[in-house]
């Protein structure tokens, strides 16, 4: 199975931008569509954004489309989260996940493998 580890999180100021990282070990991350979640504090986990297995296709959540872009390096095992013009709304722990099936999918019961989490602070 894949162990997936998030990296870059931080705290950025509203307006500004931030890059997460999420490497893979264990088995090839081209071999699962990948997803970015987010928890804030007393909310449930929700879907930011989904790349499918080659990188051609990609979902986001309506809030961060325009301003978040996901991709992928299958060559570097790794997946990124690209976030611009950040809110104080979008402080939250992000997970990154992992899915063995074949389309991207916002739900999360369809992720089979998930990250530590990385805490993301948007200050107003």
Do not use: H
């Given at each position: ?83 611009n ?28 493998y ?8 948007v200050?107003?």
């Open positions: 199975q894949v162990q997936l580890v998030e990296s870059g999180g931080g705290l950025v100021q509203a307006g500004g931008s931030l890059t997460l990282s999420c490497a893979a070990s264990g088995r090839a991350v081209s071999a699962y569509v990948m997803g970015w979640f987010r928890q804030a504090p007393g909310k449930e986990r929700e879907f930011v954004a989904a790349i499918n297995r080659s990188g051609g296709s990609t979902s986001y959540e309506d809030s961060v489309k325009g301003r978040f872009t996901i991709s992928r390096d299958n060559a570097k095992n790794t997946v990124y989260l690209l976030m013009k950040m809110k104080p709304e979008d402080t939250a722990v992000y997970y990154c996940a992992g899915s063995r099936g074949l389309v991207i999918s916002p739900r999360t019961a369809a992720y089979d998930w990250g530590q989490g990385t805490q993301v602070t200050s107003s």
